[in-house]
């Protein structure tokens, strides 16, 4: 079992991803709760394609964001989206390992990246994110959460991943969003092995991040709440 080469499917991300509402519904929350001042530094972590790095540019116009993925492919459809914004750019990052400056920025953002993460790297990776922020500033996450944690095999949370990803699925095709449903149902399987998926229960991220010395911790459910799917919104102390 092969896990997902983005940089393959890069070229197909925004098509499918994008047929998607509760997709947009993601991207319009992280910008909604996004909370920067004009000329805000901005971190897009897993910036994909740029669709969370759009809908802030909306809100913050004059914003100064960096998107950082590690897919190559990905890095070059971002800076294409992108190149007539003197304020953006896109660098090679990854949620253990980023090129910057510790307080470089005011805000991170990022959404349905984190979970490709292994479970023992999350506390890291909480840290790494704290470093980069400055003090008062905020992180806004979003991703698919689970409920249950557990060895792969445990049956209580493969029965949670399958029945949440299933729902997000029927969901997706309840909204015309076809190719976005077969993705889901296709993805079923790394998610159960943890092969490049490691669905994290929101209870561990929190912890994560409150020992990473993020305060204010918040969770927000976007609707269907049977989906799973949150945004985490902190504040690095």
């Known amino acids: 079992m092969d ?10 991300y925004d098509r499918v991803f994008l047929e998607d509402p509760l997709y947009n519904d993601m991207i319009r929350v992280i910008a909604e709760q996004a909370g920067a001042a ?3 530094r901005i971190l ?8 969370v790095t759009c809908q ?4 913050i116009p004059d914003a100064r964001v960096t998107g950082a993925d590690p897919a190559a492919k990905m890095r070059e459809l ?3 989206r992108f190149a007539d914004f003197a304020g953006v750019d896109a660098v090679a990052g990854h949620g253990l390992s980023l090129p910057f400056e510790d307080d470089a920025f005011d805000l991170v953002v990022s959404n349905l990246a984190l979970h490709h993460i292994p479970h023992e790297d999350k506390p890291a990776c909480a ?6 922020l400055r003090s008062g500033g905020r992180l806004v996450y979003c991703d698919h959460f689970v409920d249950f944690e557990g ?3 445990d049956p209580v949370r493969s029965r949670d991943i399958v029945e949440k990803t299933v729902s997000w699925a029927m969901y997706s095709l309840d909204h015309g969003a076809y190719q976005h449903m077969l993705g889901l149902l296709r993805v079923i399987p790394l998610c159960l092995a943890e092969d490049g998926e490691y669905l994290e229960t929101p209870t561990r991220w929190l912890q994560f991040l409150e020992h990473a010395g993020f305060i204010d911790v918040d969770i927000i459910e976007i609707p269907p709440t049977k989906v799973g799917m949150k945004v985490l919104v902190a504040t690095a102390s």
């Open 151 to 153: 060895p792969v095999g």
């Open 56 to 59: 802030v540019l909306k809100r």
């Open 38 to 40: 004009e000329g805000a």
């Open 127 to 132: 840290r790494e994110i704290a470093r980069v």
């Open 44 to 51: 897009d972590l897993g910036s994909g394609t740029g669709g």
């Open 78 to 80: 971002y800076a294409r």
């Open 3 to 12: 896990h997902i080469d983005w940089d393959d499917f890069a070229e197909r």
